[in-house]
């Protein structure tokens, strides 16, 4: 395998906002996706969502060559609880402080020749992409949307509501309480992402890379499309910003564009030949 290219931005301006984070190690190469924290906390200087990503980059180098996809998250897993109960994460849950911080990620095992997935993240093999969303994510940017179209329909403008997204704001008391739903495998709205609960086994994506292969893309759905380039997908969420910026039409999403920034998510890209 060769890297043929790596890509990190922040939605912001400063990169060292970013939750997004690229891993690359002998064994493993990885994009990780830090869920963006309701609270605002930090640990160690980092939001949530960073302090996950950093745990997780970090015991990617330590695993074994040829650990199968369930004893790797739970390998993972493990740490992050142990990280959280070091740093006090885990009584500041327990006292309603923080939602439980989290993270996603999609990792090439180049030992085994697999691709595996927690979570909303994406990849291209040649042709195939995949990109799994979540149910959640559906029906809050639907409502988002709604929201949205009501606020412009009594005056409000696109610039108005770039500069205070309302329609975020109407969502916000579900996007605190969506954790009640990770890892949940009793409710239609559980997701899977790494935390300080076990990912149900069903819920780890493991697909084999097939040999005839030969370009492989990692994403973070900072992409809302994924194209067959670098440049074609920068292209696509260019025209999307500036024809939809707030991501309530061509593209619902549970936020968009903020005045000042420059993405509405951090987006992290690796392009690999097999």
Known sequence: MQILNTFLAAKKVDITSSEDLIHTSQHFIAVIDGATSQSGMTWSGMSGGQFVASVIDEVLTDLPPNSTANSSITIITERVKTAFLDIGID???AEGKTEPPAAVLCVINKTRGEIWMVGDCQYRLDDDVYAPGKKIDIILAEARALYLEAELKQGKTIQDLLRNDTGREFISPMLK??????????????????????????????????????????????????????????????????????????????????????????????EIKL
Do not use: C, M
């Open 91 to 93: 009584q500041a849950i």
């Open 177 to 270: 309480r969506q954790s009640t739903f990770l890892n949940n495998l009793r409710s239609d709205y559980g997701y899977p992402a790494i935390s300080n609960s076990p990912v149900p086994e069903h819920l780890i994506h493991v697909r084999k890379i097939p040999k005839a292969a030969k370009k492989l893309i990692l994403t973070t759905d900072g992409y809302p499309s994924l194209k067959s380039s670098f440049e074609e997908s920068e292209a696509y969420l260019a025209n999307l910003l500036k024809k939809d910026p707030l991501l309530f039409r061509d593209y619902k999403s549970t936020k968009g564009l903020v005045a000042g920034n420059i993405s509405f998510d951090d987006r992290a890209w690796v």
